[in-house]
């Protein structure tokens, strides 16, 4: 059983989280020299910015509800255990194939057990290579929906964040916690939660 076969969403939503930093809407002119301060809810320029024009959305909570990666989750662990099962079988299968022989073996004359042998090891490296051709697609699928996923949200907090006059959106979540610190009346995980299920509802 090839281990990369076994699916871990999560995981696999954080590493496209962690280079998830949406800058919608960001028009500063050129002369503007930014420079942010840590830990505080206060962004410092040539001239002040309103801090609510910087908000940040949490990944773990928005992944968790948003019934797009919900349904994805659980269309992706059900093709997982169906692979799984059906590699199990097929070992289970060759096991048996190998446990007759080795009860069998000594009543065939040695070019029949030289040819079983052959047999053997050609199938034994079919199965091998089955199964990694089973893990690369599953992995490369995987990729490609979790790339859906995240255009889906960035699609959808660009459009927000210009409706809302959001200058940036941060992301936070704590298997990436790039995010320190930041004002909880800063966080907007909901409503875009909210709209990402409302988009998703009617079909767009």
């Not at 190998?98 to 069998?104: E, G, L, N, P, W």
Request: proline share 0%; with cysteine; glycine share 4%.
């Amino acid at each position: 059983m090839n281990k990369k076969l076994a699916i871990n969403l999560c995981g696999a939503a954080w590493i496209w989280a962690a280079g998830l930093l949406f800058t919608a809407c960001n028009r500063c002119k050129k002369n503007e020299q930014a420079k942010s301060v840590i830990g505080t809810s206060e962004v410092i320029t040539d001239k002040i910015v309103s801090t609510d024009k910087i908000v940040y959305v949490n990944l773990d909570s928005l992944l968790n509800n948003f019934d797009y990666f919900k349904k994805l989750r659980s269309r992706l662990q059900e093709k997982s255990k169906k692979a799984q099962a059906d590699l199990a079988s097929k070992g289970t299968a060759f096991q048996q194939e190998v446990a007759s022989y080795q009860k069998s073996g000594t009543n065939l004359s040695a070019e029949q057990r030289a040819a079983t042998e052959q047999r053997l090891v050609r199938k034994q490296q079919e199965l091998s290579a089955y199964s990694q051709n089973a893990s690369d697609a599953f992995v490369k699928e995987e990729a490609a929906e979790n790339e859906k996923l995240y255009d889906k949200v960035a699609q959808y907090l660009e459009k927000h964040a210009k409706d809302k006059g959001y200058k940036m959106v941060l992301t936070y979540s704590k298997s990436n916690p790039g995010l320190l610190y930041a004002d909880k009346t800063l966080d907007i995980t909901k409503e875009v939660v909210k709209g990402l299920n409302q988009e998703y509802g009617n079909g767009k």
